[in-house]
């Protein structure tokens, strides 16, 4: 692998997406996930829909090898409802998706809302029957006085289809909505989480489900914090962990009690007196955490910085990476224009070295956790063409500007990039940028 200084050079692969001047808010990315392979990659929009695209099998096995995807199925997971009880308008924006581990030619995805959950099977048809001896080719019942011999029917190829089929609905269990969904290292149950509860699911079991963390307060009026995200641990089926607003990640075991509201470990860095200020509680909110694929460490994501824990030692992180620390002496403006609340997401490369998230302006920061070095990049239209070499972007926060520079004060908050996802055995990542998917692999 061709590399400066130790570091991953990224180039463009490719963008999928309409153009800016066509943007509705329909069609922004809401999420993005890849399979367990790989050669699958979701999206989900605030419209309800579910792309999925496939590595394109000449881009997978050519050298030098490339990350190339192709739109394989599209379909409508989820449609608007209305809450009669609660005169609430429930959105079909798909919140999270998440994939199960495959085990027969079919794929399946949960995806969810505020409030309903589907399990979604992907299946492929090239083949169709034809011949029945009851019922004509358009499926017309055949009359029986006029069947005379028996057909033996027989299969014949067709244009491949690509049929997306809901198998579960699971709905009606959260009160508030659903920020989290993830599966279960047994690969046969999940859990959800919302504002103030998580509940475990079988994916059999539509009707019933265990709720396993419940923080809400008998009287409402005294609610301090509430649950941010929530991640099974990807090896041992009786951990999970999620973080709060309060800036706190709480590790639970299932094995020790069925009612997790008791911790089994609190991970939490002491405040720095020096930063408090009127923002220090929201900017410490978590806003996404994720256990490494080895399940040794995690990430949490903060407003300005990603953190990373030992799972082994509580007290606090062993590194913290600030992505927009520049942002610092900005957070009254924030504030105001509600930007401080935003969600950022953050992923793991597939070998646990670096880390991803994402910043304004359509910036995204990786992190090499050997190195220790850092970079920003830039999702835009501007550079598409595959193989050009993305440009480290640098923010200058006052004073002289350099050539390459661009300054703190002409960032554009409307350009964010909130979810990311990174390939799990090679080095391609997904960047969602308003209603485009960039798709950047490494420059071999």
Request: net charge negative.
């Amino acid at each position: 692998m061709r590399q400066r200084n130790g570091d991953i050079q990224w180039c463009f692969s490719q963008v999928k997406g309409t153009l800016e001047d066509d943007v509705t808010e329909a069609d922004i990315i809401s999420c993005v996930e890849f399979n367990h392979d790989g050669d699958l990659l979701a999206t989900g929009d605030k419209g309800g829909r579910v792309v999925i695209f496939q590595r394109d099998p000449i881009s997978k096995n050519s050298i030098p090898r490339r990350g190339e995807y192709n739109v394989y199925s599209t379909f409508q997971s989820h449609e608007p409802e209305f809450d009669y009880l609660k005169s609430l308008e429930i959105e079909e924006k798909i919140n999270k998706i998440r994939w199960l581990k495959r085990k027969n030619p079919a794929h399946f995805l949960l995806s969810t809302n505020d409030k309903t959950i589907k399990l979604w099977k992907v299946s492929e048809r090239d083949k169709r029957v034809e011949g029945y001896n009851t019922k004509e080719e358009n499926g017309a019942i055949r009359d029986p006085a006029c069947i005379t011999a028996l057909r033996v029917p027989t299969i014949k190829p067709m244009e491949l289809m690509v049929e997306a089929s809901p198998r579960r609905i699971f709905a009606n269990a959260h009160t508030y909505h659903i920020n989290s969904i993830s599966v279960n290292s047994d690969q046969e149950t999940y859990l959800s989480a919302d504002d103030l509860r998580i509940n475990l699911w079988h994916l059999e079991i539509t009707d019933q489900s265990f709720n396993i963390v419940d923080i809400k307060p008998t009287n409402m009026e005294e609610l301090t914090e509430v649950i941010t995200a929530a991640e099974f641990h990807p090896v041992e089926c009786n951990v999970l962990v999620y973080s709060s607003s309060k800036g706190t990640i709480r590790l639970c075991d299932m094995r020790s009690a069925a009612l997790c509201d008791h911790h089994s470990k609190l991970f939490e860095e002491p405040e720095d007196p020096t930063n408090k200020s009127f923002f220090s509680e929201i900017i410490s909110s978590i806003s996404d955490v994720k256990l490494s694929n080895s399940g040794r460490y995690m990430i949490s994501r903060d407003y300005l910085s990603v953190k990373v824990w030992d799972l082994q030692m509580e007290t606090k992180p062993i590194e913290c990476y600030p992505v927009h620390e520049y942002l610092r002496s900005k957070l009254c403006s924030l504030y105001e224009n509600d930007c401080i609340f935003d969600k950022f997401e953050c992923c793991w490369s597939g070998n646990d070295c670096a880390i991803m998230t994402g910043s304004y302006n359509n910036f995204f920061r990786v992190f090499d956790r050997n190195t220790k070095r850092d970079l920003t990049l830039e999702a835009a239209r501007d550079i598409a063409k595959p193989k050009t070499l993305l440009k480290p972007r640098k923010v200058c926060t006052g004073g002289k500007r350099k050539k390459d520079e661009i300054s703190v004060d002409c960032l554009d908050f409307n350009k964010k990039i909130l979810h990311t996802a990174w390939h799990p055995s090679e080095n391609v990542v997904a960047v969602a940028a308003t209603n485009n998917l960039f798709l950047f692999q490494d420059k071999l």
